[in-house]
């Protein structure tokens, strides 16, 4: 097989319309906000409530688009929108690089021992809720519902 000449032109880019737009990141945390605040009480899993957020955005920019990983990590913190994760323990010994839920920075969870040497445990995310120790812990369900001032969940009132 012939190597690569190192003068070859790049395939020039597809012009043509464009199929998708990353809507803003305000825009996206003002939209979810909304629509925990709207009629359902809470979404029961993250493509339930992406579907419903995607509804809403597309009101002000028809093309927009949005993922899971992108959608969570907007979320996480952000006043009056709960994002609440369910876990499951995998036996997996290779150190992770990042939050498996908001792709931040993971520190270690160090302990003390009686000698006065300190031992690694787990891991922590510095952004989020996440913590993980031998076994490790993966996010199986997110579910997102509204927040009240002091953070818990605020449960709807049936009528």
């Known amino acids: 097989m012939p190597a690569k000449d190192a003068t070859e032109e790049r395939p020039a880019r597809r012009e043509g319309p ?3 737009r990353r809507p803003a990141a ?3 945390q003002r939209m979810a906000r909304r629509v925990v605040r709207g009629g359902k009480a809470s979404y029961p899993s993250q493509a339930a409530f992406r579907s419903a957020l995607l509804h809403h955005i597309r009101r002000e920019e028809p093309l927009a688009t949005i993922g899971g990983a992108r959608l969570r990590r907007l979320l996480v913190g952000v006043p009056g929108v709960r994002l609440s994760v369910r876990y499951t323990e995998r036996h997996d010994r290779r ?3 990042k939050c498996p839920v908001c ?3 993971l520190v270690p969870i160090r302990n003390r021992t009686l000698t006065g040497e300190t031992v690694v445990l787990g891991q922590r ?8 120790h031998a076994e490790r812990r993966v996010p199986v369900r997110y579910t997102f519902s509204q927040a009240g001032i002091d953070g818990r969940t ?3 009132q049936q009528r």
């Open 26 to 28: 305000e825009l996206v």
């Open 125 to 132: 995310c510095v952004r989020c809720d996440y913590w993980t």
């Open 154 to 156: 605020v449960r709807k």
């Open 103 to 105: 792709s931040s920075e």
């Open 18 to 20: 464009v199929r998708f």
């Open 95 to 97: 150190p992770l690089v």
